[in-house]
C-alpha cells in the first residue's frame, strides 16, 4: 500500500493532527489510481472537499481523505485548468463519493463526470453561477429565493405510487425531503433530498479567527458539539505544536463519552417509543435528563457549547465532581441494565426490531458504512479502538459490534457502547491528574494544514483545518458519518413497510445539520 | 410485565413544578382552565426548524420526558400546522428553508403566535446572515416572543411558553 505512494513525487508527508495521518500529492493521472490502491486495501472512504487556491498557485485543489486500519490517507489534486476546473469522479470506486462531489460542484464549481449532478446544497437561494467557496466571492452576499423544482427519480409500474415528506416533519426533528415510493404498504424505493439546513458554515469560518473557530465547530450539528469542537481543536493544536496538559485531554474524554451516553439513552427511548412501548421512553428519557442535570452542574451545561477551546477546556471540574460522577454511574449502569433486560425480554418490541431495517455486512461495506451503524453490521471501526489518540490510547477501548445489521443490532451497539462509556469515565476519574486544564495556543503558521478526526457518539467527526495569515483561517472542512451514512438508509428500507420507516430512520439516527453545513 | 410494573412504581412521579410558579402551584391548573375556556383545548405548538443545528430540537424534545410533563399542562405538539396555535420556530432561516418556513406561516390559521427560540432564531447567532443564512426569524416573519439561549434549556422554553399562552389569554 506505501508502496503506491513512494513512487510519488513528492513523496507522502506527515500530516499534523491527533491521529496518524500522511498526505499525498497527486496529480491528476494519480488521483484515480490512488483511490484505486485504496480501494485495493479495503479504505474506508472518508471524506471528499475542495478549494480554491487561485490566489496562491493558480488552481482549484480536490482533497479526498480515507482511513486504513492504522492511519488516514488524505490524497490532494491540483487542478491547473482553472477555467474548467474537473477530476474524475471516484463514485465508481466509492459510491459515498456522490454525494459530496455534487456538494464540491455547488460550493466551488469544481466537476466531475458523474451521471447524477443534480444539485445538492444549492436548492434555489442563489444564483446557478454563483460558487460560494470560491475565493473572490462575498459571504455576505445575499439573493432572492427562486423556486426550482427538483427532479426526484421516477419509479414505474403497476400500482406504484409516491409519497411526499418533508421538509417540515410531523415531529420536532431536522428538515428534509423523503420521496418514498410505494406498492402498497411496501417501499420500493426511498430518495432523500437534504440540504436544507445548509447555513454556509465552510465560507463562514474563513471570516472568522482562529481563536474563535471551536465556536462555529460546536454548534455544527448540536447532538456532537463535544465531537466537533474537540475535533477543532486537535487540528489547531496540531499546527500549533500545542500540548494540552493532560487533565484537560482527560475531561475533554470524559466530556465525549457522556455525550455519547446522552444521545444513546435518548435514542434507545425513542426507539422502544417507535416500537409502541411507551414506558421506554420514559424511563430513558429520564435517565438521559439525569445525565444533562449533572453535566450541567459540573461542566456548566446541558449541551457543551461552550466546554472545549484550542489550549483545553474551559473550566475545571468542582471538586465534589468524583463523588457525585461515580454515585450517578453506579445508578445509571443498575437503571440500564435493568431496561436492557425489559427490553430483551419484550415480544412486541424484539418483534419490531428484529429483521427491520436490515443492513447487511457486504452492502455497508461496499457502500462505505461508518460509525455506529457500521459496527452494528459488523464492520469493527471505532478510532478510540483503532487509532486511540490521547487519552484514549491508555484506555483500552473495547469495540461494540453486532452482525445482524438491524434495529435491533443498532439498538444493542447503543446499549453495550453505554456500559463501555461508563467504564471509561470511570478510569479517566481514577486516574484524573492534578494540574491546569488549559494552554496557550499560539496562532498557526499560515499555509499549514491540520486534521482532527475524533470518534463522536455517530461516528468519525473530521476537521481539516488550513490556517491563514495573521491567525485567520484559510479553509476549513467539516464531515460528519451522516454524509456516509444517509444513502444507507435507503438501502436498509427496502422492502420493509411505511409505517416502520420512523423506527428505521431513528435507530440511524442521523444528523441534517452536519452534513448540510 | 412485573419488571415494567415495579420500574414504574420505583420511578415514582417525577413531574416538576415551573420554577416561576413554584411558590403557587394553582397557577398551572388556572393555566389548564384559562387554556381551555380560551381554545376548548390545549395550547397546540407546531415546531418548525429552520435551519437550526439540532440543539434547540434537543431541548425541546426533553420537554417531553417526565420531569417536564408538557401534555399535563394543556400544552402539545401537533403535526400540522393547521392545527397550532403557536409556532416555534428555531435556527438561523437557512435560504433552503426560507419558502417551507413563509408557507408554515401561512397555513397556520390566525390569530397565531410565533416564538422564535433560541439565539439563532434570534439573530443568526454565530453563523449571521449570509449567502446561505438569513439570519433571525423575524427577518422572515413577525415573531412575538424569543426565548434566548443556545440551546435555552428546558424551564427556560417553558417558561417562556407559558408566558406566551398567557398573554394570548389577555389579548382574547
Ligand atoms: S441557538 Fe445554539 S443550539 Fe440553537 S440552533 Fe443555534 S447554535 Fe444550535
Redesign the interface.
Known sequence: MMMEFDRFDPPPAKFPGNVPAIRVQANADHWFAAAEALHAAHAHFLSLWGADDRDRDNCFRIYGAWLLPDRVVVIENALRDVANPHYASLAPLFPAASRMQRAVYDLLGISTEEPDMRRWLRHDGWPESVFPLRRAFDGNQQYPVTSEPYPFVQVEGDGVHEIPVGPVHAGTIEPGHFRFSVVGEKVLRLEERLGYTHKGVGKRFQAMPQAEGHWLAARLCGDSAVAFSWAWCAALESITDTLCPPRAIALRALALEHERMANHLGDLGALGNDAGFAFGLTQFSRLKEDLLRTGAALFGERYLMNFILPGGVARDLPAHASALLSAQYLKLEESVAGLRSIYDEHAGVQDRFRETGRLDHAPAEQLGALGLVARASGIQCDLRVNMPWPPYDGLQVQPALQTSGDVAARAQVRFDEVFASLRLCRALLADLSAGPVHAAVPIAEPGSMGIGLIEGWRGPVLIVLEAGPEGSIRNCHAHDPSWQNWPLLEYAIIGNLVPDFPLINKSFNLSYSGQDG | MF??LS??MR?GI?TETPAEDAQNSSAITDLQTDLRSILGRALCIR????????????????L????YNLEGLGIK?V??PRHADLLLVT??V???????LKR?YDATPDPKFVVALGDCADCG??????????GGVANLIPVDYTILG??P?PAAILKGILQVARSKHRAS
Not at chain 2, 429552520?50 to 434547540?56: P, R
Not at chain 2, 417531553?64 to 420531569?67: E, I, K, L
Open positions: 419488571d415494567v420500574r414504574i420511578t417525577l415546531q418548525v426548524d429552520a435551519g437550526s443545528c439540532n440543539g434547540c430540537e434537543l431541548e425541546i424534545n426533553a417531553n420526558n417526565p420531569y405538539f403535526a400540522s435556527g438561523p437557512s435560504v433552503n428553508m426560507e419558502e417551507a408554515t447567532c454565530v453563523f449571521g446572515r449570509s449567502y446561505a443564512s438569513r443556545c440551546p434549556e
